[in-house]
């Protein structure tokens, strides 16, 4: 299985409410990052937070790591219609071999 | 400033013929990455470049994918020859930092369908 692995693989919400979406790993990392796609601007880059970091926020973005667990969440408060993207996220491991792995992604769907 | 740019934007081929792709990154970023994305998945780092010198290709399937980026600026990804399963959009990214410590810029990829 994926060294990242998103949850839910889909989500619908109507705009306003709160989505979140989790992100689970397998191995130590450096650094876990979310990226968000979609067919008008690709792929972009969100959030990094460090292994030594708990909590980061951006704007409307909250993302938080737990490293005992491996996981990470990503909230996106007072959701809009412009958010409606697929959400990854990617994981920086520790070590050799395969060392950047992007999850199989989240679809979100943010219905006014 | 500029983005990432990639071309051409879409290809088809036939399989076990040949296909390039070009990529220009951000003016000034060392770091170039290529990657694959298959429909309905994540992308997949192919190779990174740190300026000209190849930092991790572990993932790239050699006998029969290549990948340069001379002076350390421009890069083109090569598939001789293609198969069926190497339909994907193809996505070139630069970073001003080496490794995965900072922001990667994407560019808008090509996509890629094998017949």
């Known amino acids: 299985s994926q060294q990242g692995e998103e949850d839910p693989q889909a989500l619908s919400i109507q705009e306003g409410e709160n989505a979140t979406m989790n992100c689970s790993y397998k191995?130590?990392?450096?650094?876990l990052q979310w990226y968000r796609q979609n067919s008008g601007r690709g792929l972009v880059h969100l959030i990094l937070?460090?292994?030594?970091?708990r909590e980061k926020h951006s704007g409307r973005l909250r993302v938080t790591l737990d490293t005992s667990k491996k996981s990470s969440s990503l909230l996106i408060t007072a959701s809009r219609a412009a958010d409606t993207a697929s959400y990854f996220c990617?994981?920086?491991?520790?070590?050799?071999?395969?060392?950047?792995?992007f999850g199989p992604g989240t679809r979100l769907s943010v219905l006014p | 400033e500029a983005g990432v740019a990639q071309s051409p934007r879409y290809k088809i081929i036939e399989k076990r013929q040949s296909v390039a792709f070009w990529c220009n990154p951000i003016?000034?970023?060392?770091?170039l990455y290529w990657y694959q994305q298959i429909l309905g998945q994540g992308p997949k780092l192919l190779i990174q470049?740190?300026?000209?010198?190849?930092?991790?290709d572990s993932q790239l399937p050699k006998d029969r994918f290549s990948a340069e980026r001379l002076k350390g600026v421009d890069s083109t990804l090569k598939i001789q020859p293609a198969k069926l399963e190497d339909s994907a959009v193809y996505l070139c990214?630069?970073?001003?930092?080496?490794?995965?410590?900072?922001?990667?810029?994407f560019g808008p990829g090509t996509r890629l369908t094998v017949l």
């Open positions: 990214a630069s970073s001003r930092d080496s490794g995965f410590e900072g922001t990667q810029y």
């Open positions: 191995t130590s990392i450096n650094n």
């Open positions: 937070i460090r292994s030594n970091e």
């Open positions: 990617a994981t920086d491991a520790k070590g050799y071999g395969q060392n950047f792995v």
């Open positions: 003016s000034g970023h060392a770091t």
């Open positions: 470049f740190q300026n000209n010198g190849v930092v991790d």
